[in-house]
């Protein structure tokens, strides 16, 4: 029979991990959509594109659990590529898109308040 205690523990992970991935789409979304958006798509097509990427995560993720099991050595530097490759797209393409036009204020106010968000969800949720 199953905890309670230890229960409520892999509950509030569960939880943690569902908004993190949650979080974690927006800039995967953007990455797709702005650079659209940039050589003219529609606003909706260009959102509708980044939307779609999303589709082939849960499918993505039955393989990953599987290849979790099979490369538990090697996950801590899978995840640190998977984390730098994040960076580099934020890196590369997010911020120097941000700051063209003329609402790059806004932009940089919205990597502030972003960061602030995910340093307070890291803390609380531990």
Same mark, same amino acid.
């Given at each position: 029979?199953?905890? *309670?205690?230890?229960?409520?523990?892999?509950?509030?992970?569960?939880?943690?991990?569902?908004?993190?991935?949650?979080?974690?789409?927006? *800039?995967?979304?953007?990455?797709?959509?702005?650079?659209?958006?940039?050589?003219?798509?529609? *606003?909706?097509?260009?959102?509708?594109?980044?939307?779609?990427?999303? %589709?082939?995560?849960? %499918?993505?993720?039955?393989?990953?659990?599987?290849?979790? %099991?099979?490369?538990? *050595?090697?996950?801590?530097?899978?995840?640190?590529?998977?984390?730098?490759?994040?960076?580099?797209?934020?890196?590369?393409?997010?911020?120097?898109?941000?700051?063209?036009?003329?609402?790059?204020?806004?932009?940089?106010?919205?990597? %502030?308040?972003?960061?602030?968000?995910?340093?307070?969800?890291?803390?609380?949720?531990?």
């Amino acid at each position: 029979m199953l905890d *309670p205690a230890l229960a409520l523990s892999l509950a509030s992970g569960a939880v943690a991990l569902a908004i993190g991935i949650a979080l974690q789409n927006v *800039p995967e979304g953007l990455a797709i959509a702005m650079p659209l958006r940039r050589e003219g798509f529609s *606003p909706f097509r260009s959102f509708w594109y980044g939307q779609l990427s999303a %589709i082939v995560e849960p %499918i993505a993720a039955l393989v990953g659990a599987a290849a979790v %099991i099979l490369v538990q *050595p090697i996950l801590p530097y899978a995840l640190a590529f998977a984390a730098g490759a994040m960076l580099y797209v934020v890196v590369e393409e997010l911020i120097p898109e941000s700051q063209r036009g003329d609402h790059s204020d806004l932009a940089t106010t919205g990597a %502030i308040l972003g960061f602030t968000v995910m340093m307070v969800l890291d803390t609380a949720l531990g």
